[in-house]
């Protein structure tokens, strides 16, 4: 065991630590550049081990509800971490400070200290280990202000997380309807080619500018969010801000009829979101292993907007714009979705199917889908 001053400095320095983190992770809603942060180290170890583990489940659904519940089970490790510290290190500092406590039945050893400082913290006040010297009084009030402190903080912070993912998850259910499941940029505009189509779509990519002002924001102040995943695996808040942008990019480059000056607001912010969470992940832009959108995929899109009364500009400088704009943001992106374990979605769909709000697992029991509408039929979405 340590020496008793080093044992106490070694508790404050460990207070000092789960304190500043607490506070950092609760309290202070911006980004922290400071090279050590506890819990950044913490996400880290621990999201590697959990993706390993979890990718060795063969089966697909049941490995993607293991990704689901990381993020929930890692903040409620994590508060128990921050909890198990502050106890030790009013522990050691007790314990440093002579286990200066009297104990009904037993001698004081580093145990008693510990199980002092988890019943002050929890504010239990048994009373069966009572400090005697000035020091342990000193260090049992200031504990147990600090644990009822800290648990009245775990309170607010915990509902305040809940609220913030499912104020970002509504959006992307909303988005199932009119860009298909997963979204897709050139199913978004297909599905707004209907008469006032293109107001509509306006207000979707404004509604969009907002959501992504709010990601940047919430998960820049709580990066915790971006482990919560949606309720269904086919939807994630990287498919639909990848196909936000892609669309974005589609109307940027050219679409006749269609918002551009809306676009490249929406563009500007969702980009920005991109990048700044790639840096606080330290996901470094990669390039794709293969082309999103090879030449062949681009003309199919012309073709099927074209089908639907909008016409996609295909002369040579269009094409350089759009390459343009996809560097912009698809190697970040990428990096994103292969640290969180998620997939880009495409930029057309390649065969028809069914969106989320068409199937579900009681219909397919009972054999109630067969007569629903296809996903693509064309309707005022």
């Known amino acids: ?172 259910t909303l988005l199932d309807s009119r860009a298909g499941t997963p979204p897709s940029a050139g199913e978004l505009l297909r599905r707004h080619s209907y008469p006032y189509g293109a107001d509509a779509l306006r207000e979707l990519l404004k509604e969009w500018e907002l959501w992504s002002a709010e990601l940047m924001e919430s998960h820049l102040s709580y990066p915790v969010l971006a482990y919560f995943r949606s309720q269904h695996d086919n939807q994630s808040w990287i498919a639909s801000l990848t196909a936000i942008l892609d669309t974005c990019a589609l109307i940027m480059v050219g679409v006749e009829g269609a918002c551009e000056r809306q676009a490249e607001l929406t563009f500007a912010i969702s980009r920005h979101a991109v990048v700044d969470l790639s840096q606080v992940f330290g996901t470094s832009p990669r390039p794709l292993p293969e082309d999103r959108l090879p030449t062949a995929e681009l003309r199919r899109i012309r073709d099927v907007l074209a089908k639907h009364g909008l016409k996609l500009n295909d002369d040579e400088a269009a094409g350089a714009r759009l390459v343009e704009l996809r560097n912009m943001y698809e190697p970040y992106i990428f990096a994103l979705a292969s640290y969180l374990n998620q997939t880009l979605p495409p930029w057309i769909p390649q065969k028809k199917g069914k969106d989320n709000w068409q199937t579900t697992a009681w219909g397919q029991t009972a054999g109630l889908l067969e007569h629903q509408p296809s996903t693509h039929h064309h309707d005022d979405h």
């Open 1 to 172: 065991m340590l020496t008793s001053p080093a044992a106490f400095f070694f508790g404050v320095a460990i207070l000092i630590i789960v304190v500043w983190d607490a506070f950092e992770v609760i309290v202070l809603p911006r980004r922290v550049t400071r090279r050590f942060r506890l819990s950044r180290l913490f996400y880290r170890n621990l999201w590697h081990i959990w993706k390993s583990l979890a990718r060795i489940i063969p089966s697909k659904k049941a490995r993607e509800s293991a990704f689901g519940i990381f993020g929930p089970i890692s903040l409620l490790i994590l508060v128990a971490v921050w909890a198990v510290g502050l106890v030790w290190s009013f522990a050691l500092m007790q314990y440093g400070s002579g286990s200066a406590v009297n104990v009904s039945g037993t001698n004081a050893d580093f145990w008693t200290d510990i199980y002092l400082s988890g019943t002050t913290f929890f504010t239990l006040g048994l009373g069966d280990v009572v400090p005697r010297s000035s020091m342990a009084r000193a260090l049992v009030v200031v504990e147990a202000g600090l644990g009822f402190g800290f648990l009245a903080g775990v309170i607010g912070y915990l509902p305040f997380i809940y609220g913030s993912f499912s104020k970002r998850e509504v959006s992307i």
